[in-house]
């Protein structure tokens, strides 16, 4: 009977998700309809559910009214919208809602409420339920929520609206208990995009399981037909060909997805600058200052995943980075980063000390951006772990052959059968580590391989409930001494720069407008795709070209070959800003004669090397070389 009523309760669940796909005009269609369904119906019932539970605690109507009476009946019409064939008012009304409980209870609950990350569930749903040419809807969506988290902080500040009184013990029960509520629906969101990704995934499990099928078949007729032996060679051949195809096939997908993920990341980040830029002044509200630090520490770590994800894929190829050792003060550069994972660390409020032998040299030769790539994945990962209020303690020391990086946390501890799985690549330890924690399992993996590429090696010691301690062991050669070079600010470019700007996201729009205008450069013009961009370019005739390559209608390979074929305009110089996060797609469009290539996420100071270069010095090969450092250092 209990099964049977489950398998009830399914389909009863599966025909409400199902609502109005019917009607829809196609594949793409039905699954925004059921996108708004399943988001709908799953707050709707949270929302009554969590209304009424907080009312037993704070019997306040001020709660319980606005949940049971209207918003969640407000999400479970949005069901009928669909059942009536109105979609976009489905969508629309949908955004709407959010917004006024956002607004509502975030002014209400304003210590309970995680208003941010419900900001960040609004702007990922925005994406999913709004058709890509749907640009406006897409953009002024994505925008709410940040509006939104503004209005909240100025009423936080200057308490217009006041909360519902409530003791600090009652505070903290109810925000223990939203907290989860918001991370399901994060999760349910991202459960959403991987919905996107299924149908590849499962043609490509077919395609695999298939491969595993013939191999078996092979290897029978081998041992019982001996007299076969030249035509089941030949069958292997084409079998290991057909398996070379799947794994460059992962490969595509992976950078597929690396350019899908990049291109809303150089929003985020892009935005969190010009935020930090515009609360820099010392009247600034301190903790939108902080929000904003975080949300650009937040990015960071975003950006850190997706190129953990690239860079297990690359060794997984076989392609491995050559060493490229440089003379550089370890000290100095040892304490920048790990202010910049103290801005990370901070929002759980977990502190970074730093300890460096003052007998160590001041000057050592190593490859720098290997080397940041095993701190960043270290110490991320010992902030994953540590809990709020604890330390984590980075030593550095040396003897006469070797250097010794060590970082010591006060996390939950590892278990000692765990120790050795740790370094494998998507191990997390056990199920309740990932539930608790999340994250990829693939920062430690990449920093043993890269720990090894240098000679090294790396040992990690443990106690459950005290913490863990890794230490790096790395060969150690002195570096010539280097002059220290003084931090400067952007200098202005030349104040008559003509720039046109090729991007079909607006927000890439708003954020290169952004870091334009920090250099000097106004007289900007922009265009959503390379047909009309190229008509830009002749009325406006700029002296640099910033083109992102997947554009609507003509993409960045066409347009750059029209361009070239004209006479009047194949003198501007073309630089590349695309999500494209391969070394080969960056060699491949270097190759065929653009003069740069930034990776998205942007990086001001990137941009400003390379527009630098090109305006300045006239030496395309410079920007060229200059954009490729710049991103190296980025990943």
């Known amino acids: ?38 988001v709908c119906l799953a707050t709707g019932v949270l929302v009554a559910i969590y209304g009424t539970g907080f009312y037993l605690v704070v019997p306040s109507l001020f709660i319980l009214l606005p949940a049971v009476c209207f918003f969640a009946p407000a999400f479970l019409s949005m069901v009928w919208l669909n059942y009536k064939g109105r979609p976009d008012a489905a969508r629309f009304w949908t955004y ?33 339920i709004w058709r890509p040419e ?60 991987q919905h996107n990704f299924s149908d590849l995934l499962r043609a490509l499990r077919s395609r695999n399981n298939s491969l595993i099928r013939s191999r078996n078949e092979v290897n029978r007729q081998r041992m019982e037909l001996a007299r076969y032996s030249e035509e089941l060679e030949d069958l292997v051949h084409e079998r290991t060909l057909a398996l070379q195809m799947a794994n460059d096939a992962k490969t595509q997908f992976i950078s597929e997805l690396s350019h899908e ?7 985020i980040m892009g935005i969190s600058e010009m935020l930090n830029d ?70 759980k409020s977990v502190i970074i000390h730093l300890e460096i032998d003052g007998r160590f040299p001041e000057t050592i030769c190593c490859d720098k951006v290997m080397l940041g790539q095993i701190i960043n994945n270290i110490l991320s990962n010992s902030i994953k772990f540590t809990p709020a209020e604890k330390s984590i303690r980075v030593r550095c020391f040396n003897n006469q052959r070797s250097m010794y990086l060590q970082v010591c946390d006060e996390g939950r501890g590892i278990p000692l059968e765990q120790l050795t799985a740790i370094f494998q690549p998507f191990e ?26 240098m000679g090294g090696n790396i040992q990690v ?53 952004h870091f334009l205008a920090r250099m000097g450069i106004t007289d900007v013009a922009y265009a959503l795709d390379g047909s009309e961009g190229i008509g830009v370019v002749r009325e406006h005739m700029p ?84 954009a490729a450092e710049g991103s190296r250092a980025a990943g």
């Open 461 to 513: 010691s443990s106690m459950q409930g005290e913490g863990s301690n890794f230490l790096i062991t790395l060969p150690l050669q002195i570096g010539l001494e280097e002059t220290p070079q003084p931090l400067v600010e952007l200098t202005a470019l030349p104040a008559d720069t003509r720039v046109v700007v090729m991007d079909d996201n607006l927000f890439d729009h708003t954020v290169m407008k």
């Open 428 to 453: 997390q330890g056990d199920r309740e580590v990932y539930r608790q924690f999340g994250g990829s399992g693939l920062g430690l993996a990449i920093a043993k391989r890269k720990i090894e590429l």
């Open 543 to 626: 002296d640099v070209i910033l083109m992102d390559l997947h554009m609507p209608n003509m993409n960045g390979r066409e347009t750059f070959f029209n361009l070239r074929q004209d006479e009047a305009l194949r003198h501007i110089p073309i630089v590349a800003v695309s999500s494209d996060a391969f070394k080969e797609q960056e060699q491949e469009y270097i190759s065929i004669g653009l003069d740069g290539y930034i990776r998205k996420p942007v990086e001001i100071k990137v941009l400003h090397a390379v527009l630098e270069k090109i305006l300045r010095y006239d030496a395309p090969q410079f920007a060229v070389t200059q």
């Open 261 to 267: 993920i990049r291109t809303p990341l150089n929003a």
């Open 278 to 347: 515009s609360l820099g002044k010392p009247d600034a509200d301190a903790r939108v200052r902080q929000m904003a630090r975080n949300l650009f520490a937040t990015g960071h770590q975003m950006l850190e995943l997706v190129n953990s994800v690239l860079e297990l894929a690359k060794i997984e190829a076989g392609k491995t980075d050559e060493l490229r050792p440089v003379s550089f003060r370890l000290k100095d550069w040892l304490q920048n980063t790990v202010n910049i994972y103290q801005s990370i660390a901070s929002k």
């Open 96 to 128: 709407v809602i959010f917004i006024v409980l956002m607004l509502y209870y975030g002014v209400v609950l304003p210590k309970v409420t995680e208003v941010q990350l419900l900001a960040v569930f609004m702007i990922s749903i925005a994406l999913l």
């Open 1 to 38: 009977m209990p099964f049977l009523l489950s398998q009830s309760f399914r389909a009863s669940l599966q025909e409400i998700y199902r609502v109005g796909i019917l009607r829809a005009s196609g594949k793409e269609e039905a699954r925004r309809i059921k996108v708004v369904n399943i």
């Open 134 to 193: 749907q640009k406006v809807q897409r953009f002024v969506c994505a925008s709410m929520p940040i509006v939104c988290l503004v209005l909240l902080e100025f009423n936080y500040y200057y308490h217009i609206l006041p909360p519902v009184p409530m003791s600090a013990q009652v505070q903290n029960i109810f925000r223990w208990l939203v907290m989860p509520v918001v991370l399901f629906l994060n999760f349910l969101a991202i459960s959403l995009y």
